[in-house]
């Protein structure tokens, strides 16, 4: 930035100095923020059509295997499981691709917590698997997958990240 050096420089030239330097910083900023909306945005969009892929894939999935494993027994309470648990997935996918699309933070918030709470019921389910399996005497010969429960827990924080940016944005960008 531009210092004023009265030995040097008249008043105007210091200050035309300044404001090109600030016009200069402003057009940067603005270029920031545009490209952190836009990389914001694509990852909604990515969550969300991911969800609505994954979805059928997880139906047929579970309706061939019967999701017969010790894996699946906390998800199998879900009522109407395992379709209405990928009608979940799906129909978070889709309120958070549309609310995304409207620019209506509160709707892909919506779809956004329906997400949070899937990856947090696959993270319970596989979680619950891991600790019946220590407490059943930890048999390597039938260990279930003991990574899947905190990695389905970080695809819940991250959709609650976006679920709380998307809140904060409220009566910026809605209709």
Not at 29 to 45: D, F, I
Not at 158 to 167: F, S, Y
């Amino acid at each position: 930035m531009t210092t004023f050096d009265r030995r040097r420089e008249d008043p105007t030239s210091a200050l035309a100095s300044l404001l090109t330097a600030l016009d200069t910083s402003l057009k940067h900023e603005k270029a920031t923020a545009k490209r952190s909306e836009h990389n914001r945005l694509s990852m909604l969009y990515l969550h969300g059509g991911a969800a609505i892929v994954i979805a059928p894939l997880f139906l047929t999935y579970s309706l061939a295997t019967g999701l017969t494993s010790a894996s699946w027994n906390l998800l199998r309470s879900i009522p109407g499981a395992p379709t209405s648990v990928a009608a979940w997935l799906f129909v978070g996918g889709v309120v958070a691709m549309l609310g995304t699309a409207a620019r209506h933070p509160t709707w892909a918030a919506v779809g956004l917590g329906l997400l949070a709470g899937w990856y947090l019921s696959f993270a319970a389910t596989f979680s619950y698997a891991a600790f019946d399996w220590w407490r059943d005497g930890a048999n390597t010969s039938t260990m279930p997958a003991l990574y899947a429960g905190p990695v389905y827990c970080h695809f819940a924080l991250i959709m609650v990240v976006h679920l709380i940016t998307a809140l904060r944005m409220r009566g910026h960008h809605e209709p």
